[in-house]
């Protein structure tokens, strides 16, 4: 058997990653920070739209998506690149 060095990765494929970890990480530092407000009391009251707490609510809600959206992007860039540099590999072409 060969061994095969897997292709490096392009700066898009760098930049999406930590974009979707950095989305995935404050949105949990964000849920967390929901538990945690509203078992010590410290929140304002439902509705009160006071402060930062609509940020609070409202970043998981949106950033949870966007990063999932991201992820299946990142993966769908990385098997084109995968498949092009398979193609391109010597004796390649009777493999199936």
Do not use: D, H, N
Request: hydrophobic content about 50%; glycine content about 10%.
């Amino acid at each position: 058997m060969t061994s095969q060095t897997p292709p490096p990765a392009s700066r898009l494929q760098r930049v999406l990653s930590y974009i979707v970890a950095a989305l995935v990480v404050v949105s949990l530092v964000c849920i967390a920070a929901i538990l945690i407000g509203s078992a010590v009391g410290g929140m304002p009251q439902q509705g009160s739209g006071q402060g930062l707490w609509p940020a609070v609510f409202l970043l998981p809600l949106i950033a949870l998506p966007i990063a999932f959206v991201l992820l299946i992007t990142l993966i769908i860039i990385t098997g084109r690149q995968r498949s092009r540099a398979a193609k391109a590999a010597p004796g390649s072409e009777g493999r199936r």
